[in-house]
């Protein structure tokens, strides 16, 4: 199903929206617990994820919720309500990359009933709107702002699956739960709390200042059916001595009378766990070390770019996002070009901010430039749009240095991959996200063959004539440590030595053993029915 841009008739729209129901019949097993916040980033996914893990570890069978999710950075994940293909395949859908991360914390695999609602915004007042894992199509907010109660069904019915099959489920709330000119409209916080019946824990970030206001205003804000749903508040991110916060918790308890439940002091590894927000991307404008330079255009609809933590974690290299306004700097040694949620609308973005002319130059000059899906399509000839499926019908040239072409279409591929390449003899493992279709010569040139595991073999990518442009639709490709490495060496780079999926796993215990030392774990529990 395709949603125009323009569609008016949103009952029509919303006749179209289907979805499988459980079973019925499935007994509730699970006690539920809702961490909401007093604002956007003020940390509940990560939280989420560390009680996962924490409650994981002492037993319980834990899953992770999120009923909407807005975000670009996006995870395969498997669908149980398709069969299996012909092949025995995997049916997958997608859900936001943070509830991916949360059932890893839950040593368990994504599914799409951890996040059956995603957005991915595509236009400044409309996003792809992807329902239990499939697209349902582009949808202007004003058209989706009336619609989607209609999704509540879906919505409630992956929480009772998850409620069926676990013991605990945490359940991440959007935004702030206090936005009450949204109420009408909610299907993420207040509104899911009340009819799936969740007591609410409110997160607060002390970092961003304004914590007494935050909480004492959404007390004020929310209705008494609302605020008898708060079971107590939560501190986080603090940093130094809490005894002199302690008055201020008085306080808001006694405007609020709602009961302090903790505090989480400020968690020195959350920069090795993936960002969910690519708000992040504007903060630090390096990682890394010295070595190889590493250059990425922050494109205004980047997607999936926790592609590139393996290469930023990397103690040999140094990898800069390039913020509007700035050339690409004349030291680097590749460009990554990475995922975007509009190919054609990043392009003018590119050439606006005279970024084509820099990595133009950059490949005269002898440097490399790597394209990832949509990074991969703008390399190419020409990017086709005819169906105005990421935005307004049409083409725009690409960047003209791989001999390929592109055409955006209705149909989304999405497909796990773990296997081997047989031109390096690494391992590749990732996965495809992509509308896109694409041909041309030079894909006769492939980056990647890549083993199918039945005798035959499959090209992935496209090289150019010269052999430094290169290209491909698989995202985490740099996740995998030999391949990575040898990518490094074949670059200029130092050969690495990093375990990155032992370093993401670290990361996930420590915050664990962060929530643990920090909360009464037993009392949160205790609150949850």
Known sequence: MTINHQA?????????ITYTPAPTGLPRRARTLMIQ?????VGKSMVVAGLCRAFTRRGLVVRPYKAQNMSNNAAVAS??????GADGAIAFGEIGRAQALQARACK??????MNPVLL?????IGSQVVLRGRVLGNCPARIYHHMRHRLMPAIIDSLRRLQAEADLVIVEGAGSGAEVYLRSSDITNMHLAQAADLPVVILSDIDRGGTMAALVGSHALLDEDDRIRVAGYIINKFRGDFSLFEPACRTITAHTGWPFLGVLRWFPGADRLPAEDSLQLERPADFGGAGLTISVPRLSRVANFDDLDPLAAEPGVTLRWVQPGNPIPRETDVVILPGSKATRADLAILRQEGWDIDILAHVRQGGRVVGLCAGFQMLGRTVRDPLGIEGPAGETPGLGLIDIETEIGVEKRLASIDTLDIKTGCRVAGYEMHMGRTSGPDLERPW???????GHTWPEGAVSVNG???????HGLFGADEFRSRWLADHGGRTSTLDFEARTEA????LADHCESNLDLDALLALAR
């Open 8 to 16: 008016p008739d949103v009952d029509s729209l919303i006749e179209k």
């Open 37 to 41: 916040g007093t604002a956007s980033d």
């Open 79 to 84: 669908d149980s309500d398709l069969p299996p």
């Open 108 to 113: 368990v695999p994504p599914s799409i009933h």
């Open 120 to 124: 991915k915004p595509q236009t400044d």
């Open 448 to 454: 990647l063959m890549l083993d199918a595991g039945d």
């Open 468 to 474: 430094r442009v290169m290209g491909a639709y698989i």
């Open 507 to 510: 990361a996930i215990e420590a």
